[in-house]
C-alpha cells in the first residue's frame, strides 16, 4: 500500500494532471455509485467499477505505476537511442584527423552528450592547463583524467536515472496486485457466507474481480522489468564505450604533453 501511495503521489507531484489520489478515487467511487452494473458483464469497466474501494485504490495505483513506467519506457528509448547515435557521429569526426581545436570550438557551441562531454572536459581542462603556464603542466594529465572520470560518471547518471522506478514497479506491482486479489477474495467469500448461495453465478463475479488486481498487477510489472533489463544491458555498453574513449584520448593527450616536454 506504501508502494501505491508513493506512485500515486510521485505521479501527481510531477505531471501535474492528477490532482491527488483521493481526489481521482473519491471521484471514481462516485461514478461507480451512480453506474448501475450487471453482474453477469465480465468487461475490464465492469470488473474495475464492481470491486471493492480498496481493490480499486490497488488497481488505480497499479494503472498509475504503468502508465508513469511506459513513460520511462520512451524517454529512456529516446535518451539511449541519442546517447548512441550522438557518439557514432562525434566519434568519426574524432578519428578523421580534424584538429582537436577545431573539433573543440564545435562541440563547445552546442549541448554536449555522451563522448562529447567527456572529450569538452577534458580539452577545457587541457587549454585552461597551456594557459596558465608551464608549471601547471606538470600534474595535467592527472587532472585530464580527473575531469573525464566526472564527466563520463555524470552522462552515466543521467542515463540511469528514473531506472529505479522500472526496477521497483517490476518488484513490486505483483504483490500489490495480489495483496488486492486476496482482498477482493475475502469479500466475495464474506458475500457468499450472507447470501448462503454458493453457486458458480454468484461466486464467479467476485473471484474475477479480485483476480483482474493480480492482472494489472502482472501488466505493469512484466514490461517494466523487460526494459530494466534491457535498459541497464544498453548502459554498461555505452559506459564501456565512453570509458574506452577516455582511455584512448587520455593517451593522445599524453603523448603530447611528452612532446612538449
Known sequence: MDFVILATSAFASNSGVLAGADGLVSA??????????????????????QADIVVKIVMIGLAIASIWAWGIVFEKMFSISSARKRSNEFEKVFWSGEPFEEIYEDVSRRETKGVESIFLAAMREWNESLKAGPKVMVSVQMRIEKVMDVALNREIE???????FLATVGSTAPFVGLF?????????FSSIAASKNTSLAVVAPGIAEALFATALGLLAAIPAVIFYNKYSSDIAR?????????????????RQIEMRK
Not at 30 to 43: E, L
Not at 158 to 163: C, I, R
Not at 180 to 188: D, E, F, L, R
Not at 238 to 254: H, M, T
Open 158 to 164: 543521467k542515463l540511469e536515472s528514473k531506472l529505479l
Open 28 to 49: 471514481v467511487t462516485s461514478m461507480s455509485a451512480n453506474v448501475t452494473v450487471n453482474s453477469s458483464d465480465f468487461s475490464f469497466v465492469s470488473l474495475f467499477l
Open 180 to 188: 488486492g486479489t486476496v482482498w477482493g477474495i475475502m469479500n466475495s
Open 238 to 254: 555505452l559506459s564501456q564505450r565512453y570509458e574506452g574513449f577516455a582511455d584512448e584520448f587520455g593517451a593522445i593527450l599524453s
